[in-house]
């Protein structure tokens, strides 16, 4: 056969083919049509590049390219070449095996080890370093590499945590530093987290190593069939074959008579910030399967609310929270800015010039140094954010602006304690010099002496008497954002009066799901009858978060519940269950399904659950708690004492398992034991003001002054009158001349102040009749 001869047949096989692969599309497509019309695939960023170059040229490099590598000279930033840190009088080695990249740093059991490093992890200001092993456990290293520049106090090693012990949470072998809870489904790109609750290992997949262009946009094989078929523009294809709207929700800014900013012409919600949510949020991640884009956010993940732990009364942040809590605080939220109208989101950086940014909807004239700053132009303290975007610096050198645009509140720092910016810089004056200076540049001020919701907060958390209307107040007051509504429910808790349940009975029927979920908590009072009628509407509700929550509050009244309700929870129940399942790689998600198991009557599976959650994670405090409680309603305290003294040994700076283990001590009669470990309660937690209480109560029989001692710390450190009234009457049932009679007079004299006379008249009284 000749090479001609080769070549046509070769080419009319190939003919063939082609035929066939065209048809086989065709046929395909119209047998497969609704299926493909509602998935797509991911196909990985390279495929974007060549129609999106520009895009591709912002994103590479930027933090979201760099949020996770494979360690490679390119993507190392860190000096690996023999260096050796020495940190706590003891050598730790960064080096090199051909091209590999080693540490030799000290593990759980407090030998050194020598570790491969398999990943980068961050890239600016500093860079961490992934190790992995066997069980498909990926932990972050406890050294990070300080990326500035030298002159900045950058290029060297430091340690990110240096007061932890193998015992802590954010020891870098335990869950704290866990990449496949804690940073994978923000880090990577279509993450598949693949935890075996049995064997207690990982199978973590990903598309991307990185955050790929399909992180933010959704899996993009239907853009691409698209593309290739000449269909993007056509009107019914929607969003150019993805699943989201990533636009503007205001496409045009106007001047409106009465406003000194811009206004949105029109508001037309989309999906760009709930996706930038999905990582720029403190939450908890609910389920791998919830469209948290086009259905609520709350389907997958668990916001954090304005809570004492992650932030001030006045809901600026304290604890990182990555800006979607505080943003959803501020005015601009509600007038329908998204992230991009500040930042280019393939390089995350602000689009424009810091100081022009502002200036988009805020006139230059109207917001000028001489008009509103009053401090000289230019400079740092004249700069928008330095007054409305306060900086708080999180793991030693990353500095992080708070998105609430708060207005600065002096008038509130001077009662509630609260940070302000004016203090802040002007380190050596006072709040109240900073409220008054204020007071002389904005005479007309709206926000100075501003009814607030912190001191609804600030009073709740001092115990104050007036504290549970004030919230119910803040609860119902539609001049606040959702998310400060929710958090005000939240803090309801145990309240029970009647401007609660009104709020309450409102909270439970709001459009928005925040609220809803707020009343939750709120509702935590109220016996079951009337918890049940409260919240029994939210185990229908159509968000995942609303309903599961629902169903976690009411089980625990299992036993009281008729066959309809029982009937009715259980979908809701379902729901809760998963969500704990999923999150069983976590201490908390085991314990969490051990009360479950419990409050169901199913005893052996509960205590299962919680041995489960102490073996995976020994030093999660509440397993041991949760499960000591549970033998001692089997009356088992022994046995209940047993589980605390093994919790005390795993967690040696927990509060919490002393505490119980004191009051299981005080049950059984011994006191002396009791007391010494309620005083460990007390030291340790320092400003828990109910330890310092019983610890005082147990102190009465025993030591009179001690116990008044410890009472009077309880008010100090929260401020509740009713510790300060159990220190003087404490004193008044055990009043003798001298020293006790002497710290009476001291105590009733501050109690005075603070309740009405007949109440300290009833003291005194009291003293008298004990012939005082």
Known sequence: MTQWASRNQAIQRLFVLVIFLVWMQSAFSETSQSTKSLTADFVGTQVCVDCHQKEFTAWKGSHHDMAMKHVEPQSVLGDFNDYVFTFNGKANRFYRKNDQYWVNVQGADGNWHDYKVSYTFGWQPLQQYMVEFGDGRVQLLPFAWDSRRKEQGGQRWFHLYPETTPTDEFYWTNSGQNWNFMCADCHSTNVQKNYDAQLNTYSTTWSEINVGCEACHGPASKHMELAQSNRLWEQEIGHLGFDRDLSKAVKEWVQKEGHSTLQPKEIVMTQQVQTCAQCHSRRTQLNETGDHVNNSFFDKYRLSLITPELYHYDGQIYDEVYVYGSFLQSEMAKKGVTCTNCHDPHNAQLKIAEEAVCLQCHSASEYSSEKHTFHTAGTKASKCTTCHMPETTYMQVDPRRDHSWHVPRPDLSQHINTPNVCTSCHEDKTAQWADAQIGKWYPNSNYRNQRHFALAFYADAIGHRGASDALAFSAQDSSLSDIIRASVLERMGGNTGQNTLVSLARSVKH?????????????????????????????????????????????????????????????????????QTFNSDRGFGRTNLGNLYRDLGETDKAIDAYKKAIEIEPYFENSYANLADLYRAQNKETKAIEVLSAGMKAQPKSSALPYSTGLAWLRLGNDNKAIELLKQAAETAKRNPHYWYVYGLALEKNNVLAASQALNTAYEVGGDPQHLYAECDVLARNFKAGSIAFAFEQCVNRLSKQVPPQVVEQLRAKVAGAGG
């Open 511 to 579: 459009d928005d799901e925040m609220i809803r979920l707020g009343a939750i908590a709120g509702s935590s009072g109220y016996s079951f009858s009337d918890r049940w009628q409260i919240l029994e509407p939210l185990l229908n509700d159509p968000v995942l978060s609303v309903r599961a929550e629902t169903a976690g509050a009411l089980v625990r009244y299992y036993s009281e519940m008729n066959p309809l309700q029982k009937e009715k929870l259980q979908p809701a129940l379902d729901d809760y269950h998963r969500i």
